[in-house]
């Protein structure tokens, strides 16, 4: 097989795994590898227990993995023989020196870009599908032209929009697909490239080329703005408990202006997930960097308010239940960050989870995808919690039950039988609105949503 048609991924994450799925599945002619230096990870993506949860994921693999789509620790082999190289290893944020707390930590992609250099024995095309920090690309552009081979690197920025739970679906059918390079011939090739690989799939109209910048800003600023949505809709929330009015009735009044739209504006106890922090804090950073306080000040405002939100969620929990958790079971609904996900990164869940051990509570998680990571989530926390593969159980002698995932089938659970089996009064807090919150009034719970009144038995 000729090199232009060999794909390497580097990083077989969350992003990485689902992305070489779908383009080897859409791509027959192409091969697709993916190398990690995690070879648990690796192992993983090479059996029939893939290392992630993603719906539709599993099925796609098997269908081509073998064929051409392959998973490998080999990373100098990888890069030796493909032409174009996706980089989507993990870019958190810094937790240490300049920028620590809000800029990315490059180390993972500095040490690809080394790798690429030591290993390739010809020019390549380099893709970065991580999210990174504008002008990230020039950085990886001057490492990689460092090299001493004489070796031409065309950098391309292909930032990623697939959410988790439903990656595969927005894969297949993005709402557009964005291919930055610089406006050079060289330049102009490579995106021509990375263009026709998507092209197997995507209407050519939803396929958009930029300059590279406006490519890496464009993913910050998606990012920021959904973010954003859900902040602004949650901050209307805590206005909504201090009056009659309901959040829910709200979002949809405002939702059905064409302008503004109906999607994300559920509120919640918090948005979660890897992205929207990082990214927000990425651009908070940037603004900083170039001298713009009031431009950073506005983006992080969206953060605050999401700290707030999740903050007020276990300030609520406290104060209801006769101002002390302390020695009280409280059961868990939910861990993930969102529902058809087992990823839990960021998720308030953590948070809320960690406040409430502090206030002594003992905890009882569940959820169906995510609770191995909850253990790691919480390792070393102070306090009693145990994890439980079951939702009765998990209720059973509980004081409250918190749902902190929007998981489908917390919907159908018959609460009837989960009040019967709690320590009374039973409380329930929905954290994500998804519950019939009248019928588990009229069954005795004393109930608590998101932006809009309580539901209480006591005057
Ligand atoms: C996000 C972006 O949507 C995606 O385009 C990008 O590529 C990666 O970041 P993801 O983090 O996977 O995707 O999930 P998303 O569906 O955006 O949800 C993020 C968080 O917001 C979750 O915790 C979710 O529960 C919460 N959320 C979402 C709300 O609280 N309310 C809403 O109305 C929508
Ligand atoms: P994302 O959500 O961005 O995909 P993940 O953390 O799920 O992030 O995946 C990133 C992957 O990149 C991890 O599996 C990690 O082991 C891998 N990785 C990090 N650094 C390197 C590297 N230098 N070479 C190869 N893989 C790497």
């Known amino acids: 097989m000729k090199k232009e048609k060999n794909i390497l ?55 081509v993995r073998g064929k051409n789509l392959f998973f490998t620790t080999d990373i100098a082999k990888g890069i030796r023989e493909s ?50 920090p504008l002008r990230a690309a020039e950085a990886m552009h001057r490492i990689l032209h460092s090299n001493t081979k004489g070796l031409h690197f065309e950098v391309i920025s292909n930032p990623e929009f697939m959410a988790e739970g439903s990656a595969i679906e927005d894969m297949q059918e993005p709402d557009r697909v964005l291919v930055g390079g610089m406006r050079t011939a060289n330049g102009k090739k490579a995106m021509d490239r990375i263009v026709s690989i998507y092209s197997h799939w995507v209407p050519k109209e939803r396929i958009i080329t930029t300059n590279v910048w406006s490519s890496e800003l464009s993913k910050l600023v998606a990012n920021a703005m959904l973010a954003q949505r859900i902040s602004s809709i949650n901050s209307i929330s805590a206005l909504c408990e201090k009056t009659d009015a309901n959040v829910g009735e709200v979002a949809k009044a405002v939702g059905m202006d064409s302008r ?34 009031e431009v950073a000040a506005y983006w992080e405002g969206v953060v605050k308010i999401n700290d707030f939100q999740e903050k007020r969620f276990v300030k609520n929990i406290v104060r209801n239940m006769f101002d002390s958790v302390a020695g009280k079971k409280i ?11 087992g990823d839990t990164r960021e998720s308030p869940a953590i948070y809320v989870s960690k406040m409430l051990l502090e206030e002594k509570a003992e905890l009882s998680i569940y959820d169906p995808e995510a609770l191995d990571n909850a253990e790691k989530d919480l390792a070393g926390a102070k306090g009693r919690f145990e994890l439980v593969r079951d939702p009765y159980k998990c209720a059973k002698d509980a004081h409250a039950v918190l749902i902190l995932t929007e998981w489908n089938e917390f919907k159908k659970l018959d609460f009837r039988k989960i009040y019967e089996s709690m ?37």
């Open 9 to 63: 991924c580097i990083g077989a994450g969350y992003v990485g795994g689902p992305t070489m799925a779908v383009i080897a599945s859409k791509c027959p002619e192409y091969k697709v590898t993916v190398a990690d230096i995690d070879e648990k990870k690796i192992k993983a993506w090479n059996s029939d227990r893939l290392p992630i949860y993603e719906p539709g994921l599993s099925d796609l693999v098997k269908g």
């Open 83 to 132: 032409g174009i190289i996706f980089v989507s290893v993990n870019t958190p944020t810094k937790t240490f020196g300049e920028g620590a707390g809000k800029a990315a930590d490059l180390q993972y992609w500095e040490k690809t870009a080394r790798a690429i250099i030591e290993y390739a024995e010809d020019s390549k095309i380099v893709v970065e599908k991580s999210t990174l």
């Open 260 to 293: 503004i739209g109906p999607k994300f504006l559920r509120a919640s106890v918090g948005f979660g997930g890897s992205c929207f922090k990082k990214d927000i804090l990425n651009l908070v950073y940037l603004c900083e960097y170039y001298n713009l306080p």
């Open 331 to 341: 059961a868990v609904f939910g861990f993930a960050f969102k529902a058809d996900t």
């Open 423 to 459: 320590e009374k009064p039973a409380f329930i807090f929905d954290g994500r609105n998804i519950l019939d919150h009248k019928g588990l009034y009229k069954i005795g719970f004393n109930v608590f949503p998101i932006g809009s009144s309580k539901m209480s038995h006591f005057k």
